[in-house]
């Protein structure tokens, strides 16, 4: 029988608060993990903590903007001293900063790299240094996009951003996996999180719908699953990947070729 593996383990999920972020904080704790609810919104941190907690989990709250080392090296320790210890490290931060690349102000270019990157960095500098610590191994799971593999108007520094994002999986599973730490990314395509559903009407996401294989958007549970997979025994051998998760997106060729 597969096994996940996830009982008990001891997860932080930055970014926890709404969208992909609390549909992975749920499905962990479904699985059996401890999860540590981290996101920059103290409510919303707060508000997912106490409904794993409502649905048998053991979960705390924390908050602190990931961008800021104090902030994450503070809610790493914190996590860590509430669970005895860290295992799993999911990252599901960002924003998207569209402009055209002409247009695109310096504060576009660095604020994309500070909401994409940045908190990677700092989280797997905080989190693996404390895993190597412990000697004991773990997992790094973080959001890329196919905004980082392919091309897309109006995506210039938020697909620069993410394509840094997979290369920094890359280097990290490298220097990390002595340690018995895996690191990998979900690279989603489009995602019905709350923001799309505020910021797109629905005749816009049903155009989009239709350059999509599945013909529909992805719900934040699917990409939770594919991350969960990644962070689980399942995935023992994997480190070093991006995993697609686009309805197919990106695999059709772009031109109709009909008879």
């Known amino acids: 029988m597969l096994e996940l593996g996830l009982t008990g383990r001891r997860a932080l999920v930055a970014g926890a608060g709404q969208g992909i972020g609390r549909a992975c904080a749920l499905a962990l704790a479904e699985a059996g993990a401890r999860v540590a609810c981290l996101d920059v919104d103290p409510e919303r941190a707060g508000e997912v903590a106490v409904e794993l907690r409502g649905a048998g989990a053991e979960a705390v709250a924390l908050s602190g903007d990931a961008r800021r080392r104090d902030d994450v090296e503070s809610a790493v320790a914190r996590a860590a001293e509430e669970f005895g210890g860290l295992d799993l490290c999911i990252d599901i931060i960002g924003e998207a900063r569209w402009g055209r690349v002409l247009e695109l102000t310096d504060d576009d270019w660095d604020a994309s790299f500070d909401l994409v990157l940045r908190h990677l960095f700092l989280l797997a500098q905080a989190v693996g240094r404390r895993m190597v610590e412990q000697g004991t191994g773990g997992a790094i799971v973080s959001i890329a996009s196919v905004s980082g593999l392919s091309s897309a108007p109006l995506h210039a520094a938020y697909g620069a951003a993410k ?97």
């Open 163 to 259: 394509a840094g994002l997979i290369a920094l999986t890359r280097t990290l599973a490298v220097e990390l996996a002595s340690s018995g730490i895996r690191v990998n990314a979900v690279a989603p395509g489009a995602v019905l999180t709350p923001r799309v559903a505020e910021r797109q009407t629905e005749e816009r996401r049903a155009e989009s719908a239709r350059s999509i294989p599945m013909a529909r958007y992805a719900e934040p549970e699917e990409i939770a699953k594919a991350v969960v997979f990644l962070a689980s025994e399942l995935a023992s051998y994997v480190t070093g990947q991006t995993l697609v998760v686009d309805g197919g997106a990106t695999a059709q060729f772009p031109l109709s070729l009909r008879a």
